[in-house]
Nanobody, 124 residues
Framework: QVQLVESGGGLVQAGGSLRLSCAAS????????RGWFRQAPGKEREFVAA???????????DYSDSVKGRFTISRDNAKNTVYLQMNSLKPEDTAVYYC??????????????WGRGTQVTVSS
């Protein structure tokens, strides 16, 4: 069984930064895609970023247009942990952020495992 636990959320002013972490346990994750999604109040959950290990130290990454250039996803395979560095935060980034992992499929959907989420609030 896979467990994903997010941390690092909080309250920050617009223009500030936060780094989210997602620790995985239960199975080796070197060959899995890891992603971040978010859900704002009254809105559907949306894709934020994903990273897929392609061998050695190389990875494929994908970002939604709304965060491209501001957010960076990275992974530490030795720690089974994925990070989301969020810079230049905007009030519209306020949401619950969820970590996810998949065994196969598109990097933007078809995720098998989900964390419980961590709240990110950006004040104006």
């Amino acid at each position: 069984q896979v467990q994903l636990v997010e941390s690092g959320g909080g309250l920050v002013q617009a223009g500030g930064s936060l780094r989210l972490s997602c620790a995985a346990s239960g199975r080796p994750f070197d060959l899995y895609t890891r992603g971040w999604f978010r859900q704002a109040p009254g809105k559907e959950r949306e894709f934020v970023a994903a990273i897929r290990w392609s061998g050695g130290s190389a990875s494929y990454v994908d970002y939604s247009d709304s965060v491209k250039g501001r957010f960076t996803i990275s992974r530490d395979n030795a720690k089974n942990t994925v990070y989301l560095q969020m810079n230049s935060l905007k009030p519209e980034d306020t949401a619950v952020y969820y970590c996810a992992a998949q065994t196969a499929g598109s990097m933007r959907d078809q995720y098998n495992y989900w964390g419980r989420g961590t709240q990110v609030t950006v004040s104006s």
